[in-house]
C-alpha cells in the first residue's frame, strides 16, 4: 500500500498526556480524500476519544502502541445501533464504522478501552444509554481484523454487525472476569464470518452468535459462520448461539478449539417470544476442562426483558405461533469434557416444538471427583435445579442420535433425566 500515514505527522502525542482525537480523525480525513491508505500508530501511547472508519482504510497498530480511549460519555455520540438484540441509541463505538467496505485492523500493538468507568457506571446504573462497544462495524463488508491485542472493552469487544465477509484472526482479547458484558467476539445478522487462531479471556461469551431480538425493526440471518484453532481461558460460554436469533442462524462450523474455566462450554440459549431457527450447526474435535455443562442446548433461557413470563417458563405444551423458536440439524462430534461440574450435557426443548435432529457422537465426558465442590445450575433456566455431577439431561426432544458417549468411562446408564425424547436412538 503506498499511501501510508502516521498520527504522528497530524500532531498525535505519543506520550499519552495529550488527546490525540484530533489527529487522528485530520489523518482519516486525509486518507479518505486520497481513496484509501494506511493509518499508522507508531511506538508510544495515544489517547483518544470515538474513532470513525472510512472506506478503504487500514489501521496498523505498531508493536509497542497503545491507542486509549478516553473514559468520558461525551466523546461517544449517540447513534442508533443494536444492543441485546434490540434497536437502542447507544454510545458509539471506541472504533466505528457504518456503510463502509474493505477496513483493515492490524498489527502487533494493543487498543485499550478503558473499560473500568464503564463497568462501574453500568453496575451503579448511573449511565443514560448502553455503553460504547470497542469495535463495532455495521452494514459493511469486508472486514479484517488480525494480530492485534484487544483489552478492556466497555461492553462487548468486536461486533460485526448486518456486515458480510468477515476475517478475524490472531487476536488476544482479554478483559477481567468481573467486567460485565464485555463478549469477545459477537457476530450479529453477518454472513460469510471466518474466527481463527484466537485467545480469549473475558467477562461474558468468549463467542457469542446472534441475529437480533424480535424487538429489533430489521434482522438478517447470521449465517456461514467457521470458528477455529481458538482457545478460551476464562467466559460464561465458549461459543454460544443466541439467545438472540430471531433472525435465523445457520451453517455454523466450530472445530479444533479447546476450552479452558469457561462456564458452559458449547451453548444455546433461545424461548419462546424469539421466533427463528437455528440450524445446521456443526460442532467437531473440542477439548473442555473444568466446565459447569459443557454441552447446554436450552429453550428457557430467562435473562432480559420478557424472559420470566409464564408462558416463557411453562413446561405444558404452548400454541405454536411466529414466535416460535427452533433448532434442528445440529451435529456434535469428537468433544472430550474434563472435570465436569454440574452434568454431563444440558438439553431441553420445548414440548411444541423439540429439538430436531440432534447428533451426539464421540463424546467422552468426566465428571468432577470433588463432591465438595458446590451444586451449580447447568443452564440459565427458570425453576433450574441446582446440579453435581450427575449425566445426561435431555427432554423434548425429536430423531435424537447418540453414538459411542461415555459419561465416566461409561456407555450405559447415560442419563440423570430422559424424557419426551421421540426417535431417540443410543448406540
Same mark, same amino acid.
Given at each position: 500500500?503506498?499511501?501510508?500515514?502516521?498520527? =504522528?505527522?497530524?500532531?498525535?502525542?505519543?506520550?499519552?498526556?495529550?488527546?490525540?482525537?484530533?489527529?487522528?480523525?485530520?489523518?482519516?480525513?486525509?486518507?479518505?480524500?486520497?481513496?484509501?491508505?494506511?493509518?499508522?500508530?507508531?511506538?508510544?501511547?495515544?489517547?483518544?476519544?470515538?474513532?470513525?472508519?472510512?472506506?478503504?482504510?487500514?489501521?496498523?497498530?505498531?508493536?509497542?502502541?497503545?491507542?486509549?480511549?478516553?473514559?468520558?460519555?461525551? *466523546?461517544?455520540?449517540?447513534?442508533?445501533?443494536?444492543?441485546?438484540?434490540?434497536?437502542?441509541?447507544?454510545?458509539?463505538?471506541?472504533?466505528?464504522?457504518?456503510? =463502509?467496505?474493505?477496513?483493515?485492523?492490524?498489527?502487533?500493538?494493543?487498543?485499550?478501552?478503558?473499560?473500568?468507568?464503564?463497568?462501574?457506571?453500568?453496575?451503579?446504573?448511573?449511565?443514560?444509554?448502553?455503553?460504547?462497544?470497542?469495535?463495532?462495524?455495521?452494514?459493511?463488508?469486508?472486514?479484517?481484523?488480525?494480530?492485534?491485542?484487544?483489552?478492556?472493552?466497555?461492553?462487548?469487544?468486536?461486533?460485526?454487525?448486518?456486515?458480510?465477509?468477515?476475517?478475524?484472526?490472531?487476536?488476544?482479547?482479554?478483559?477481567?472476569?468481573?467486567?460485565?458484558?464485555?463478549?469477545?467476539?459477537?457476530?450479529?445478522?453477518?454472513?460469510?464470518? *471466518?474466527?481463527?487462531?484466537?485467545?480469549?479471556?473475558?467477562?461474558?461469551?468468549?463467542?457469542?452468535?446472534?441475529?437480533?431480538?424480535?424487538?429489533?425493526?430489521?434482522?438478517?440471518?447470521?449465517?456461514?459462520?467457521?470458528?477455529?484453532?481458538?482457545?478460551?481461558?476464562?467466559?460464561?460460554?465458549?461459543? =454460544?448461539?443466541?439467545?438472540?436469533?430471531?433472525?435465523?442462524?445457520? *451453517?455454523?462450523?466450530?472445530?479444533?478449539?479447546? &476450552?479452558?474455566?469457561?462456564?458452559?462450554?458449547? *451453548?444455546?440459549?433461545?424461548?419462546?417470544?424469539?421466533?427463528?431457527? =437455528?440450524?445446521?450447526?456443526?460442532?467437531?474435535?473440542?477439548?473442555?476442562?473444568?466446565?459447569?455443562?459443557?454441552?447446554?442446548?436450552?429453550?428457557?433461557? &430467562?435473562?432480559?426483558?420478557?424472559?420470566?413470563?409464564?408462558?416463557?417458563?411453562?413446561?405444558?405444551?404452548?400454541?405454536?405461533?411466529?414466535?416460535?423458536?427452533?433448532?434442528?440439524?445440529?451435529?456434535?462430534?469428537?468433544?472430550?469434557?474434563?472435570?465436569?461440574?454440574?452434568?454431563?450435557? &444440558?438439553?431441553?426443548?420445548?414440548?411444541?416444538?423439540?429439538?430436531?435432529?440432534?447428533?451426539?457422537?464421540?463424546?467422552?465426558?468426566?465428571?468432577?471427583?470433588?463432591?465438595?465442590?458446590?451444586?451449580?445450575?447447568?443452564?440459565?433456566?427458570?425453576?433450574?435445579?441446582?446440579?453435581?455431577?450427575?449425566?445426561?439431561?435431555?427432554?423434548?426432544?425429536?430423531?435424537?442420535?447418540?453414538?459411542?458417549?461415555?459419561?465416566?468411562?461409561?456407555?450405559?446408564?447415560?442419563?440423570?433425566?430422559?424424557?419426551?425424547?421421540?426417535?431417540?436412538?443410543?448406540?
Amino acid at each position: 500500500m503506498s499511501n501510508i500515514k502516521s498520527i =504522528v505527522d497530524y500532531g498525535a502525542d505519543p506520550t499519552g498526556k495529550v488527546d490525540s482525537t484530533r489527529a487522528i480523525k485530520e489523518c482519516i480525513q486525509a486518507i479518505k480524500d486520497e481513496s484509501g491508505g494506511c493509518l499508522v500508530i507508531p511506538s508510544g501511547e495515544y489517547i483518544t476519544g470515538a474513532i470513525q472508519l472510512c472506506s478503504n482504510l487500514t489501521i496498523e497498530v505498531c508493536a509497542g502502541a497503545t491507542l486509549k480511549f478516553i473514559a468520558d460519555p461525551k *466523546r461517544y455520540p449517540l447513534v442508533t445501533s443494536r444492543w441485546e438484540g434490540a434497536d437502542s441509541i447507544v454510545h458509539q463505538a471506541c472504533i466505528y464504522g457504518t456503510q =463502509v467496505h474493505n477496513i483493515t485492523i492490524k498489527g502487533q500493538g494493543t487498543i485499550d478501552g478503558n473499560g473500568r468507568y464503564w463497568w462501574d457506571n453500568f453496575k451503579s446504573k448511573s449511565l443514560n444509554n448502553p455503553r460504547p462497544y470497542l469495535i463495532s462495524i455495521e452494514h459493511s463488508n469486508n472486514i479484517k481484523i488480525q494480530d492485534i491485542q484487544l483489552v478492556n472493552s466497555p461492553s462487548w469487544t468486536v461486533h460485526p454487525m448486518e456486515s458480510t465477509r468477515i476475517l478475524i484472526r490472531n487476536i488476544l482479547v482479554e478483559n477481567p472476569i468481573d467486567s460485565p458484558n464485555t463478549d469477545g467476539i459477537n457476530p450479529e445478522s453477518c454472513r460469510d464470518v *471466518r474466527i481463527e487462531n484466537c485467545i480469549f479471556n473475558v467477562g461474558d461469551d468468549c463467542i457469542a452468535i446472534k441475529s437480533g431480538t424480535e424487538d429489533a425493526i430489521h434482522k438478517s440471518p447470521c449465517e456461514d459462520i467457521i470458528i477455529t484453532n481458538c482457545t478460551m481461558n476464562h467466559g460464561h460460554g465458549g461459543v =454460544v448461539i443466541g439467545s438472540e436469533m430471531s433472525g435465523d442462524i445457520r *451453517r455454523v462450523m466450530i472445530t479444533d478449539c479447546i &476450552f479452558n474455566d469457561t462456564d458452559r462450554g458449547i *451453548r444455546m440459549k433461545t424461548r419462546r417470544g424469539r421466533g427463528g431457527k =437455528v440450524s445446521d450447526i456443526t460442532v467437531d474435535n473440542i477439548l473442555m476442562t473444568n466446565t459447569i455443562c459443557p454441552l447446554v442446548i436450552n429453550s428457557y433461557y &430467562f435473562c432480559g426483558p420478557g424472559g420470566k413470563y409464564s408462558v416463557v417458563a411453562d413446561k405444558e405444551k404452548q400454541p405454536i405461533n411466529n414466535q416460535t423458536p427452533y433448532y434442528e440439524n445440529i451435529t456434535i462430534s469428537n468433544i472430550t469434557a474434563r472435570k465436569t461440574r454440574a452434568c454431563a450435557a &444440558f438439553i431441553y426443548g420445548l414440548p411444541e416444538a423439540p429439538i430436531r435432529n440432534l447428533r451426539l457422537t464421540n463424546i467422552a465426558i468426566d465428571l468432577v471427583k470433588n463432591h465438595t465442590l458446590p451444586a451449580a445450575e447447568p443452564a440459565m433456566i427458570q425453576g433450574g435445579q441446582k446440579m453435581r455431577a450427575e449425566k445426561l439431561f435431555m427432554v423434548n426432544t425429536e430423531n435424537t442420535k447418540i453414538t459411542n458417549m461415555t459419561v465416566d468411562g461409561m456407555n450405559t446408564q447415560l442419563f440423570y433425566t430422559e424424557k419426551n425424547n421421540l426417535n431417540l436412538e443410543n448406540d
